[in-house]
């Protein structure tokens, strides 16, 4: 029995440094691609971004304080990209797409439990936003994607500049011809 035990542990210590070995052996993880100079560095450095995407090397040659791994994709969904501006004076209109609703915590909208009531949070193409302290009954019947038309009905009066909070818009919902009238923040602005 205990001849078992001990064979258990050795068996599994035994894989230990093959696995390792490995790990550590692969292409992938030894280099990364090599620049066209010499050295593996430009002359300057890698001091931008934009370089080091450039100029991938090697990490078995480069000392730990000049290498840089290459930067994270960027992926740009072109069908949420802001499609109109968002409407800066009051009766001004632009048409825009829903890109997502949630409750105010950013979690999916779900039936309310009473007395927990968690809101509502719509976001749009162009960079707007509409909030509620409950949950609006035309915008939990709408759907990310849905085309709708922005107006802004009312700005707070004494906003210092810059300061958009508390602009009231009025959104129609193109598709289900639904329409809902709430601020783009909960708070107004300093001023107001």
């Known amino acids: 029995?205990?001849?078992?035990?001990?064979?258990?542990?050795?068996?599994?210590?035994?894989?230990?440094?093959?696995?390792?070995?490995?790990?550590?052996?692969?292409?992938?993880?030894?280099?990364s691609g090599v620049l066209n100079s010499p050295t593996g560095t430009p002359p300057g450095g890698l001091n931008s971004p934009a370089e080091r995407a450039t100029a991938r090397q090697p990490i078995?040659?480069?000392s730990a304080d000049q290498w840089q791994p290459p930067p994270d994709p960027v992926f740009v969904d072109e069908s949420v990209a802001p499609s109109s501006i968002l409407p800066s004076k009051v009766g001004e209109c632009a048409d825009t797409t829903i890109t997502s609703i949630t409750d105010r915590f950013g979690a999916d909208?779900?039936?309310?439990?009473?007395?927990?009531?968690?809101?509502?949070?719509?976001?749009f193409s162009n960079s707007g936003v509409q909030v509620s302290l409950v949950k609006e009954r035309s915008i939990v019947r709408s759907q990310v994607f849905d085309k709708v038309n922005m107006c802004l009905v009312?700005?707070?009066?004494?906003?210092?500049?810059?300061?958009?909070?508390?602009?009231?818009y009025k959104t129609t919902n193109l598709r289900t011809g639904e329409s809902w009238s709430l601020p783009n923040d909960i708070k107004s602005c300093s001023g107001a």
């Open 1 to 31: 029995m205990f001849r078992r035990e001990k064979m258990k542990r050795v068996s599994g210590f035994g894989l230990l440094p093959l696995l390792l070995l490995a790990a550590c052996t692969q292409p992938s993880f030894l280099s």
């Open 60 to 62: 078995a040659t480069t």
């Open 109 to 123: 909208l779900t039936p309310a439990k009473k007395g927990s009531e968690k809101g509502t949070f719509i976001r």
């Open 154 to 168: 009312e700005i707070p009066k004494g906003c210092p500049a810059g300061d958009n909070r508390g602009r009231l």
